[in-house]
């Protein structure tokens, strides 16, 4: 990696910072031997409570509101009517509008989503039921059939098993819960009775009186609660192998005789194509059954609940805060709303985002930022690279393949090389429903053409003003995007210690994905299949259940254990980002002895250590916490910021203690 302004041009940490590295979010009275998050994070954490439009703060949500405000100015400027516009900025412009034009949408009221309900209502015959899915599914309103990733559901993607073209997927969905262990748990038994509660009041603001209101929740709750049931948990939905059932068409039809899946794909117009891949196939037999089964009335009732409860955020106010006081208020804790300005944006970037990202990155983006994370990234690439062909454990074949798929390994970086294009896309000034279901339209219609065709190797999977970054095992291929590359992950005024502790970390955790439970099972073209010895892969799954083992003992709130199973992948790569970064920054500074010093009455390997840490700092709600373990693959904030560093063998050492000698926990 280049120098970084040592010359100087470089801030000094030592002065406040918005949101990137700064020693004032240390606690220097704590000791880092004891409690490393609290030093390196313990003054923010006291002086930063999570706001009331929140359920939790952090690095990156405070990236990511700055972008939003960088969005905010530019969707502002776009929404001036003006014939200069380019096509992007009036689409964006227009779409942003509808979504703020309050006197509108109230005056609407549910007017705009009346079509949608009659559908369900035309419903004479079971026969209507796979119709109905199918156009449900066309417009983007979640119903049985899964797939989801972000608002629009991903219909196709890169068939693992053949990378090179796109396949259908059937996966489990159908529930409005965060999880299936909302309906499962006793723990959230009261939290379920809340859920039924608000169902009732939305159908009665739809019109219905109380008694068929009651009825209709009633309904929705047992066949959510029967799909609840044969759903599979985040941890099983992480086996590759267990959830890749490729199936004939014809065999599909015939083994869910209740889905009617002839009708289905001749509905979604299908390209002729042989095979679907099935994730789940006890959960599309629950599906069949509760299509034959269940009394058409009350699947009548769960359909018009999947019309309002996914257009309800966009209704007039009543509905709004009803759909908010339940999902954010009494689920995750969060006090208000957020600026409506803020939901605009997130709808924008959900549905048009590459349009909009392309009018971010033109002033928020450099080729010069561009060089610097290619310079990084080439340098971490090396270390693993290395660590590879040291590798002590692993047989020379498997090693060999392991070089081979590394060898491979693409980086996309800031933003797509050409944007889509949103043909025939029609965005109205004054139709802020229409907008959301004819952009959704548009991408769920181009997933489902491309079945069968050979994959895009350009596509992204996230928009560039995105607040994150992925590995894409398909495509054997790390992305990074333009709105992560920015403080306080890369800071381009600051010293490279802190640069590599932060995006630097970024960069080997994307890597280490590559390698971790699941992306180890790809091959270097992108296709799952095992290519380990059995000693290696022996060796491998032991290693892994020490780090399952390890996280799974860690417990954020009481009650609540994280689930080291489900966060597997996530903490392996949070384990060699820490270990591939440190590497590359001391390798670095031999290069560069004159960097070798102290800033702020810190060494390099100090701050380091401590910007990783603070890209990890946060605040979060209690409600919100108890989601993320059931759902999410990461661990919760404060052991990703802790235990990578501590689990680190130069860790004690670095902060002038003395080797424990303990085993380093991790596969890389």
Known sequence: MAKTGNKGKKRSSSKKSDIGFSIENMDRKVDPLVDFYSYANGSWIRKNEVPDDKVSLGSFVQLLEKNQFALKAILERCSEDSEKRTRFEKMCGDFYYSMMDVERIEKSGIKPVLPY????????????????????????????????????????????????????????????????????????????????????????????????????A??????????????????DLRDQEKNYNKMSLKEISKKYKGLDFDRYIYEVDLPPVKYAIVGQPEFLTE???????????????????????????????????????????????????????????????????????????????????????????????????????????????????????????????????????????????DDLIGNITRSTMLEIRRQIN?????????????????????????????????????????????????????????????????????????????????????SDLKHFNEAAEKVVKLYGSLEPIKGFKVNGKLTLGENIADLGAVTLAFEALKRHLKKHPELNKKIDGLTPEQRFFISWANVWRGNIREGEIKRRVLVDPHSPAKFRGSVPVINHPDFEVTFGGKSSGREKIGVW
């Open 117 to 216: 309900l009659k559908k369900v209502s035309s419903v004479k015959s079971r026969e209507d039921i796979s119709s109905l899915i199918a156009y449900f599914d066309l417009l983007g309103i979640p119903t049985f059939i899964g797939s989801a990733m972000g608002f629009v559901p991903r219909k196709s993607m890169p068939d693992k098993k053949d990378s090179s073209v796109y396949a259908l997927y059937l996966n489990q969905g159908g529930l409005s819960l965060p999880d299936r262990d909302y309906y499962l748990s006793p723990y959230f038994s009261e939290m379920v009775k809340k859920y039924k509660d608000h169902i009732t009041r939305m159908f009665i603001l739809f019109g219905d009186d109380k008694k068929s209101a009651d009825e209709s």
């Open 450 to 534: 491309r079945v069968g065709e050979p994959v895009d190797r350009e596509e992204w999977m996230m928009t560039p003003p995105t607040v994150n970054a992925y590995f894409n095992p398909s495509g054997n291929e790390i992305v990074f995007p333009a709105g992560i590359i920015q403080p306080p992950f890369f800071d381009p005024t600051m010293d490279d210690a802190v640069n590599y502790g932060g995006i630097g970390g970024v960069i080997a955790h994307e890597i280490t994905h590559g390698f971790d439970d699941q992306g180890r099972q790809f091959d270097e073209d992108g296709n799952l299949r095992n290519w380990w010895s059995h």
């Open 218 to 235: 009633e309904a929705v709750l047992t066949i959510e609660k029967d799909l609840a049931e044969k759903s599979r948990s985040r941890a």
């Open 287 to 429: 599906v069949s059954s509760i299509l034959t089964k269940a009394d058409l009335n009350d699947l009548k009732a769960y359909f018009r609940w999947k019309v309002i409860n996914y257009f309800a955020p966009y209704l007039n106010e009543k509905i709004e805060k009803e759909n908010f006081d339940f999902f954010k208020k009494e689920l995750l804790g969060q006090k208000r709303q957020e600026p409506r300005w803020k939901r605009a944006i997130v709808l924008v970037d959900s549905l048009i985002g590459e349009a909009l990202g392309s009018l971010f990155i033109d002033e928020y983006f450099s080729d010069e930022t561009r060089k610097r994370m290619n310079e990084m990234l080439e340098d971490i690439k090396g270390v693993f690279r290395e660590r590879l062909e040291k590798n002590t454990w692993m047989t020379e074949k498997t090693k060999k393949r392991a070089l081979a798929k590394f060898s491979k390994f693409r980086a996309k970086i800031g933003h797509p090389a050409k944007f889509k294009e949103y043909k025939g896309l029609r965005i109205k000034r």
